[in-house]
C-alpha cells in the first residue's frame, strides 16, 4: 500500500465525462488499497471566464475580491469529483483551502505557500476516504482566500505531497510523459523513463511545458517523487527524482526552446563603476525579469555594450524605461528585437563530460545559424538565435547529442 497524491488539470476534467475518467483512475487506486488524496484544477476554460468577469466588472478590481472569484472554478471541479467518486461508491470529500488549512502569505494573485496542517488530510485516510482538494487556493492571515498563480494547482498538490510524506505526487496532463525535445518539432524525440529534478527544473524554465517551474523545485527540495502521466492514455510516464535514483546519466537529457524570448542591446554605455547597475536596477523596479546578460568592451575601452534577453511581453516597457533613463545612462544608442528564440541543451552527464558546448555551436554553425547571445551553467548551455531557425536547430542538436528515437 502506497500514499498517493494525484493531481488532475483543466483539461483532465474539462466536463463531466473527463470528470468520470479520473473518478476512474482514483477508484482504481483505491482498489489497489492505496491511500489517495487529489488535487484538481477548474474546468479548462472556467478561471479564464472568471478573470473576464472580474476585468470586465473593473479594470482596477481589488485583488483579494478577485481571489474570491477567481478560485470558485476549483471549488466546483473538487465538489463533482467528490460527488462522482461517492456514486461509484468510493468513500470521498472535498476541501477547499482554507479547510486544509493550506496558509499563504498576503501576495494576492501570486501568494506562496508558507504552511499546511495535515490533521484534516490524515483524518481522511486514516477513515479510509478520498480527499478532493481544490488545487491554486489557499488563505492568508487575515481570513482572505488567496491564489497561487500560474501552477498553483501542480504547486498545491507537491506541497500536499510533501506534508503527508506521500510515496509519490502524479501530476496527470495532456502528455503521457516528459520527452527529450517537443515531439511536435521532432517526431522521434524520446519519452524519458526518469529525469532528474534539476534537469526538470532547467527544462520547465527552459520553455518546457511539462511541469511549472515553482512546483519542481518544490519537489527538489522536499525529496517528492513526482510523475507526469496523461489523463487520456493508460501509458507509463515519467519519474521527477534525485540523482541517486539514475543509474548513468547521459551527457544531454534534453533540447528545450522558448519562443516568448526579446533581446535588447544598449551601445556605447560608458564602461566605468555602478553604470550596469543603473540598468538593470530600474528595470528590476518595473519587475522584469532579465535572464541571459552579455557585455563587451568597445575597441576604445570607454564604453561597453551590453546584451540581455528579456520575455517578449516585457520589451516595451524595457526599452520604455531604458529611453527614460537615457540622460543618467549616456548610451549612444539602443537596439532591440522580439524575432528571437532561446534555444538549450540540458543534462546532468555535463558535470563530468568536455566538449558539450562546442558539439552545440558546431552543429549550429554547420546548419549556417548565428549564435547571437551565449548562456551556460553547470547542466545546460543556452543560445539566442533568429526565430526561423527554431525548428531546424532543435532537429539538428537532437540527432547531434544521440537523442533520436531508433
Known sequence: MARIVKKFGGTSVGDLDRIRNVAKRVAQAVNEGHEVAVVVSAMSGVTNQLVDYCRTAAPMH???EYDTVVA??????SGLLAITLQDMGIPARSFLGWQIALKTNSVHGAA????????????????????????????????RITTLGRGGSDTSAVALAAVVSADRCDIYTDVDGVYTTDPRIVPKARKLNKITYEEMLEMASLGAKVLQTRSVALAMKHGVR?????SFEDLPGTLVVGEEEIVEQEVVSG?????????VTIIGLKDTPGMVSGVFAPLAKHNVNVDMIVQSASDNSQTTDVTFTVPEDDLKKTVKV????????????????????????????MRSHAGVASKMFDTLAEKGINIQVISTSEIKVSVVIDAEYTELAVRALHTAYGLDQA
Open 62 to 64: 481589488d485583488a483579494r
Open 72 to 77: 470558485a472554478g476549483e471549488q466546483i471541479t
Open 322 to 349: 531604458i529611453e527614460e533613463n537615457r540622460d543618467t545612462l549616456d548610451y549612444k544608442d539602443l537596439g532591440y528585437t522580439g524575432d528571437v528564440v532561446k534555444v538549450s541543451v540540458v543534462g546532468l552527464g
Open 255 to 263: 533540447i528545450a526552446y522558448s519562443r516568448g524570448e526579446a533581446k
Open 112 to 143: 506562496r505557500i508558507e504552511e499546511i496542517e495535515p490533521e484534516a488530510l490524515e483524518a481522511c485516510f486514516k477513515e479510509g476516504r478520498v480527499a478532493v482538494i481544490a488545487g491554486f487556493q489557499g488563505i492568508a492571515d487575515d481570513n
Open 226 to 230: 513526482t510523475q507526469v502521466l496523461s
